[in-house]
C-alpha cells in the first residue's frame, strides 16, 4: 500500500491523538486504584481527579530540548559530537 506524503501526515495526527486517549484512560485507571488505596487506609476522602497527573502548560523549545538532551547524554556517560 502506499500513500502520499499527506495521507501519512493524517495517520500519523490520528495516530498521535489516539494515543493521547490511550495515555488519559491508563492514567484514570492508575488513579482509580490510587483513590481506592488511599481511601481505605485514610480517614480524609480523596478524588480520583487528586491523583491525575497536571497538564503541562507549555512545550519545550528546541533549544531547551536540545539541552535536556545534553545534560542527559552527559549524565548517562556519553559523549557529544559537534
Known amino acids: 500500500m502506499r500513500m502520499t506524503l499527506n495521507e501519512f ?6 495516530f498521535i491523538e489516539r494515543r493521547k486517549d490511550d495515555n488519559k ?6 488513579a482509580r486504584i490510587c483513590c481506592n ?3 481505605s487506609h485514610s ?5 480520583e481527579s487528586d491523583f491525575m ?5 507549555k512545550q519545550l523549545t528546541p533549544d531547551q530540548f536540545a539541552s535536556m538532551l ?3 547524554t552527559g549524565c548517562c556517560g ?5
Open 25 to 30: 484512560l491508563a492514567d484514570q485507571r492508575t
Open 43 to 47: 480517614k480524609k476522602k480523596f478524588k
Open 78 to 82: 556519553g559523549e557529544i559530537n559537534g
Open 9 to 14: 501526515n493524517i495517520f500519523v495526527d490520528a
Open 53 to 57: 497527573p497536571k497538564e503541562k502548560g
Open 37 to 39: 488505596i488511599v481511601n
Open 70 to 72: 545534553r545534560i542527559i
